[in-house]
T-cell receptor
Framework: DVKVTQSSRYLVKRTGEKVFLECVQDMDHENMFWYRQDPGLGLRLIYFSYDVKMKEKGDIPEGYSVSREKKERFSLILESASTNQTSMYLCASSELGSRADTQYFGPGTRLTVL | DQQVKQNSPSLSVQEGRISILNCDYT??????FLWYKKYPAEGPTFLIS?????DKNEDGRFTVFLNKSAKHLSLHIVPSQPGDSAVYFCAAISSGTYKYIFGTGTRLKVLA
């Protein structure tokens, strides 16, 4: 079974803090993704990575950065957290060239920024 | 601009009846469509997909219909079960890209 794990299920941070969200997958997938889910807006892509050290911006990259130093790990970084970054963050992974039916999601991290 | 729309934020259906969830899209370059199911406090899980060369795909109780001329797809669940209660997202993708465009989701409640 493919497993995508996220470091925290719930996180509370203060405005201005630097926040790291970690994601690890155990299926040797090339592609990894970070989304945020907000009511009425669905899932929006923040960044994705198709190889180690490679990344591409998604639809809403502003205020975020990512790091992929190892194939299995994809980190999302909020350089200076703001209240409008309060959201559910979902990590996903998939095989290179695959369609979304092999995109596996983690359980999500609910981040609250006070 | 929302390229993939789910205009019904919620739907309630009696157990045993049919659930129909709808999704509209605007980008004619989309050639693959998917439905995901999401329970609270869990990540979305893949449910069923359809390629643009087909107009129907069936998997057990779940059937997805695609009407390319209307840029519309629907998910039928027959018969509906209480365990189907979840948020359903449709998504679309174009060949050669990794970028999935998700709809806003429909919360389905199946009443026992």
């Amino acid at each position: 079974d493919v497993k995508v794990t996220q470091s925290s299920r719930y996180l509370v941070k203060r405005t201005g803090e630097k926040v790291f969200l970690e994601c690890v997958q155990d299926m040797d997938h090339e592609n990894m993704f970070w989304y945020r889910q907000d009511p009425g807006l669905g899932l929006r892509l923040i960044y994705f990575s198709y190889d180690v050290k490679m990344k591409e911006k998604g639809d809403i990259p502003e205020g975020y950065s990512v790091s992929r130093e190892k194939k299995e790990r994809f980190s999302l970084i909020l350089e200076s957290a703001s209240t409008n970054q309060t959201s559910m963050y979902l990590c996903a992974s998939s095989e290179l060239g695959s369609r979304a039916d092999t995109q596996y999601f983690g359980p999500g991290t609910r981040l609250t920024v006070l | 601009d929302q390229q993939v729309k789910q205009n019904s934020p919620s739907l309630s259906v009696q157990e045993g009846r049919i659930s129909i969830l709808n999704c509209d899209y605007t980008n004619s370059m989309f050639d693959y469509f998917l439905w995901y199911k999401k329970y609270p406090a869990e990540g979305p899980t893949f449910l069923i997909s359809i390629s643009s060369i087909k107009d129907k795909n069936e998997d057990g109780r779940f059937t997805v219909f695609l009407n390319k001329s209307a840029k519309h797809l629907s998910l039928h669940i027959v018969p509906s079960q209480p365990g189907d209660s979840a948020v359903y997202f449709c998504a679309a993708i174009s060949s050669g890209t990794y970028k999935y465009i998700f709809g806003t989701g429909t919360r389905l409640k199946v009443l026992a």
